[in-house]
């Protein structure tokens, strides 16, 4: 691990390079980032950046610029966040650096994150003296559990923050380009568990028992009308059935029939729809059948929704950057740093690592000439965050 004074682009490719790979090789779940962040705090602290004392067990945040005793009255602290855990699953990319660790990956490309907002640190670092204002680095555990964010919420270090800026990797999108947009670009995610209660009885005397299978099969084809009747055509939302369970054998009719599943939109006022429109179908068909519905509902992140001024800021800053702009392509998949985006403006940007199969899956890989233009624009961006 080398200190570099000061940085050049190639000092930096290649501390860069170096980190990434270290990374990928070695990942680590959702709160169990230790080695992962024993690693960033050395480095941190090599190149003399302040590391927050909060009472995380992983991930950490650090500061860059004017300390608490130093600020001006109308200075600014920015955040810029890096989520740094990986998910369980084999890697089969056959990448020189591919993971250590059968059973975990980077599959979602956090290292690719955690990488380029380090260098984005290390940058602003070199710049210290002349930084308007403070600039807080987040390193976040667990975006995948999902609830990382909250526990960084939770210790109270971005109560003053102005606002926060994140980044995903695409691989949607070529290197040198960037996809931002303002308002909604993730969904809201929630999970439900519901379990039908009807009396168990032989196959051959459904008259003396009530068949919870009948009304999961009900249950489940009604749940698709939500989104084709009563979601407003134009938005965006789903209902996804994704694992059903009953009985054992062929002869028998069960107690219980259990349907999970999950629930996305773009709106909270969708989400809220969604959410009562499951409980009335669920309760209803049971009822009509003589059983119960028990409902476990897991609420997890709501859609992130970036605000209109930073998204124009984040635009004019990678246009100047040369860098080619596109709205993001939004998506239903979750991003918990939603959950910041609750109480703190700000923007969360897609950023192109070029063609791969999709995140998640065990191929999913990241093109490294992404990482120097991505420290640069994240550290333009969170600098110009200062003063405009
Ligand atoms: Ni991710």
């Known amino acids: 691990m080398n200190t570099i004074h000061p940085i050049d682009n190639a000092a930096l490719t290649a501390l ?5 790979t270290w990374m990928h090789r070695h990942p680590e779940l959702s709160y169990e980032e230790f080695e992962t ?25 650090a500061e860059i610029g004017q300390g608490e005793s130093e600020r001006a009255q109308d200075s600014r602290v920015i955040a810029l ?6 998910l369980p699953i084999t890697e089969a990319t056959g990448l020189p650096y591919a993971s250590e660790c059968p059973g975990k990956m980077h ?23 002349a930084l308007p204002g403070t600039v807080r680095i987040v390193f976040q555990p667990a975006e995948e559990a999902p609830g990382g964010a909250k526990v960084v919420l939770d210790t109270g270090c971005l109560q003053d923050v102005t606002a926060m800026f994140g980044l995903h990797c695409s691989p949607r999108l070529d290197v040198g380009t960037v996809g931002i947009t303002a308002g909604p670009l993730t969904a809201s995610v929630d999970r439900f568990v519901i379990t039908f209660r009807g009396r168990g009885t032989h196959a051959a005397h459904p008259e003396a028992g009530i068949d919870p299978i009948v009304c999961a099969a009900s249950f489940i084809q009604a749940a698709q009308t939500i989104v084709s009747r009563n979601i407003e055509p134009f938005d965006a939302a789903l209902v996804s059935i994704t694992h059903i369970e009953a009985g054992n054998t062929w002869n028998v009719i069960p107690d219980t029939a259990l349907v999970e599943g999950t629930a996305r939109s773009m709106t909270a006022e969708n989400r809220t729809l969604i959410k009562e429109r499951l409980y009335a179908l669920a309760e209803g068909i049971a009822a009509a059948h003589g059983a119960t519905a028990a409902i476990d509902w897991y609420a ?18 990678a246009e100047a950057q040369h860098l080619t702009v596109i709205p993001a392509p939004p998506s239903l998949a979750g991003e918990d740093f939603a959950w910041y985006q609750e109480t703190i403006p700000g923007c969360f940007v897609l950023v ?13 890989r990241i093109r490294t000439e992404a990482l120097l233009p991505t420290v640069h624009f994240l550290a333009t961006f969170v600098t110009q965050a200062l003063s405009i």
């Open 300 to 317: 997890g992140p709501p859609a992130t929704n970036n605000t209109a001024h930073w998204a124009e800021v984040a635009r004019d800053i």
């Open 37 to 61: 962040t024993k690693r960033l705090r050395a480095i941190l602290t090599a190149h003399g950046i302040r590391i927050l004392d909060l009472p995380m067990k992983t991930g950490l945040v």
């Open 107 to 129: 599959a979602c490309g956090h290292d690719f994150h955690t990488t380029a907002v380090l260098g984005a640190a290390l940058l602003l670092k070199e710049h210290e003296s």
């Open 352 to 364: 192109g690592t070029g063609p791969s199969i999709a995140n998640h899956n065990p191929k999913f």
């Open 81 to 86: 966040r890096a989520d740094i855990d990986a």
């Open 16 to 20: 860069l390079t170096d980190h990434f």
